[in-house]
């Protein structure tokens, strides 16, 4: 079975879970909260100060109601894991082959969004909380940390699948057309 730091994926799924519940309930937005606990469970090796990155992502971005802050800091955790280490500036084709390709980073990111969007009902925080006119309503809270929990979890799936299975997944639908 694989595992990290001695965790199979259950036990640091549950670890990544419930260290993301803790900090969204200590006042870290949604993104912090996300990537602090992958972070704190040490499947991801960051300076502590790297959580400043994901500050801006909280509200979906802002509180403009893009991108939901957890899934983008569930795609950082993700990518410091599985984005390409070293990127071949001298060789274009290979650029393009490690993303676009089969095997293909692309393919394996492109699933993230889908899934999300598939447990949540959207990836956009602002459709997320259509139910709530008031921002700081206590059930608005309660449906985010839900959403928060279950993205920490998530990002910690693709994780040890990227290293299980690879970058070989199909392609949902997608702005190139690949399939």
């Known amino acids: 079975m694989d595992t990290i730091n001695g965790m199979n994926e259950d036990e640091m ?58 899934l983008a800091a569930a795609v950082m955790g993700v990518g410091a894991i599985h984005g390409r280490p070293k ?19 692309y393919r394996f990111f492109n699933q993230m969004p889908y899934k999300f969007a598939e447990l949540f009902g959207s990836t956009q925080c602002e459709v997320l909380n259509k139910d709530y006119s008031d921002w700081y309503n206590k059930d608005r809270f309660r449906k985010c ?23 070989t997944q199909p392609f949902g639908k997608n702005m190139a057309g690949k399939v």
């Open 145 to 167: 940390m839900n959403i928060v929990v279950d993205t920490a979890g998530l990002a910690v799936e693709y994780i040890y699948q990227g290293n299980r299975d690879g970058y």
């Open 87 to 105: 990127l071949p500036v001298e060789n274009m084709d290979e650029s393009v082959s490690q993303l676009y390709g089969n095997p293909g980073r």
């Open 13 to 70: 799924k549950e670890k990544v879970k419930s260290l993301a519940k803790d900090n969204f309930r200590k006042g870290m937005n949604c993104a912090e909260s996300v990537f602090k606990a992958l972070l704190d469970a040490k499947i991801v090796d960051f300076p502590p100060e790297t959580v400043s990155m994901t500050t801006g992502f909280g509200g979906g971005i802002g509180l403009s109601g893009g991108v939901c802050g957890a």
